[in-house]
Each structure stands twice: as structure tokens, then as C-alpha cells.
């Protein structure tokens, strides 16, 4: 089945600097990769998601990067905020007609410091 | 926060005791999935259904049943088999080829 790794589990930057979290995904089968975050105690949300066919999707201050061949994905924030502190999860998964079961990452502990 | 209900939001289980979660939701998805949150970790599958009548274990299946008689509920079922169910459970449905959206959640404890 698909495995994937994320990194780092913490990520301490100040308010205005970028962040970066890495994922890399094992199954080349795998053809959709969508990010969430979580606050405390919450539901993790859909923050920004893309598809095998495209490199690179951004919204506002977010944006993800796909490398098909060596299979990984990152996200990336700019201008960081005090409410992009939460925790970020990658995930991968093989679309399929029906289900999209998706498989994650451990997640990163983003701390954006004033 | 409409579309995808879990309750109750906090469960207390006894030892040998089976409780069940509640998920609806009303987005008319067919796809639903139940995943395990434990701290410091990841989101784990434990049972996902791509349609009525029908459902898959996915990676930690042992010790939860589920079933799907209708489109809009889900409910996953923790049997006295987990030993170690304390955790926060996690809801999700999805349309084809897109993102899960979750429900709020269920913590569950062991008393």
C-alpha cells in the first residue's frame, strides 16, 4: 500500500518568513495530493489540494509543487501569519471512481512566532 | 460548520463495553471514511465505503465494525476487541476524485 513520509514534524519560523513541509509518497499509482490543516482540538480542513497532471498550484499565500518522478510533493506558505500556526497533513491517494481513500502523513507542527 | 455530523463530540466507554459513533452528512457524497487520530500521529483508516450496502476495512480495521444502510450515515461501531480504543475519531466523505471533508470529530475515553 502507500506509505507517506513528512517533514519536519515541527517548523518554528518568524511572522513574515516562508514555510516549507516535504511529503514523498511511495506508490507512483498515486495521482492526487491535497494538504490540510488542523487547528487544536478541530477538524482537519482542505486547504489546498493538486492532481498528477500539474507541477505547481498556488492560492494566495499557499501554494504545492509535485514532483512526479522522484515522488514528492511540497507546500509552501508565504508572508506566514499567527493564524498559520496549526498543525499541516499531506496525503496521497489513487483516485478511483468511486472512493479516494487517502493516506497521511504524520503531520507538522507549524509555529509562527511574532 | 454544516455538511458532516459526528456525535457526541466527547464518549466515555467502560472496559468491555461497545460503543458506536454517529456520522451523517448531507452533501449527497457517496464515498465515507473513518479514521483514528492519536497524538503525534497521523490520520489512520479504519473502514471506508464507496456505496450503500458495501464498505472496505482499511489499515486498523481490528476491534471497529461499521456499516451503511443509507447514503447518509456511517456509524462506526468500537467492539470490547480494541484494547486500545482511546483516540479521537474522525468522519470524512468525500465526491469521486475529490478531498475528504471531516466531521468535528469524537473523543473517545476509556474509564
Known amino acids: 500500500g502507500e506509505n507517506v513520509e513528512q517533514h519536519p514534524s515541527t517548523l518554528s519560523v518568524q511572522e513574515g518568513d516562508s514555510a516549507v513541509i516535504k511529503c514523498t509518497y511511495s506508490?507512483?499509482?498515486?495521482?492526487?495530493f491535497p494538504w490540510y490543516k488542523q487547528e487544536l482540538g478541530k477538524r482537519p480542513q482542505l486547504i489546498i489540494d493538486?492532481?498528477?497532471?500539474?507541477g505547481e498550484k498556488k492560492d494566495q499565500r499557499i501554494a504545492v509543487t509535485l514532483n512526479k518522478t522522484a515522488k514528492h510533493f511540497s507546500l509552501h506558505i508565504t508572508e506566514t501569519q499567527p493564524e498559520d500556526s496549526a498543525v499541516y497533513f499531506c496525503a496521497a491517494s489513487r483516485v478511483t471512481g468511486g472512493g479516494n481513500k487517502l493516506t497521511f502523513g504524520t503531520g507538522t507542527q507549524l509555529k509562527v512566532e511574532l | 460548520d454544516g455538511g458532516i455530523t459526528q456525535s457526541p463530540k466527547y464518549l466515555f466507554r467502560k472496559e468491555g463495553q461497545n460503543v458506536t459513533l454517529s456520522c451523517e452528512q448531507n452533501?449527497?457524497?457517496?464515498?465515507m471514511y473513518w479514521y483514528r487520530q492519536d497524538p503525534g500521529q497521523g490520520l489512520r483508516l479504519i473502514y471506508y465505503s464507496q456505496i450503500v450496502n458495501d464498505f472496505q476495512k482499511g489499515d486498523i480495521a481490528e476491534g471497529y465494525s461499521v456499516s451503511r444502510e443509507k447514503k447518509e450515515s456511517f456509524p462506526l461501531t468500537v467492539t470490547s476487541a480494541q484494547k486500545n480504543p482511546t483516540a479521537f475519531y474522525l468522519c470524512?466523505?468525500?465526491?469521486?476524485?475529490?478531498?475528504?471533508?471531516f466531521g468535528q470529530g469524537t473523543r473517545l475515553t476509556v474509564v
Open positions: 506508490d507512483s499509482a498515486s495521482n492526487y
Open positions: 452533501l449527497n457524497h457517496d464515498a
Open positions: 470524512a466523505s468525500s465526491y469521486p476524485g475529490g478531498g475528504a471533508f
Open positions: 493538486i492532481r498528477s497532471n500539474v
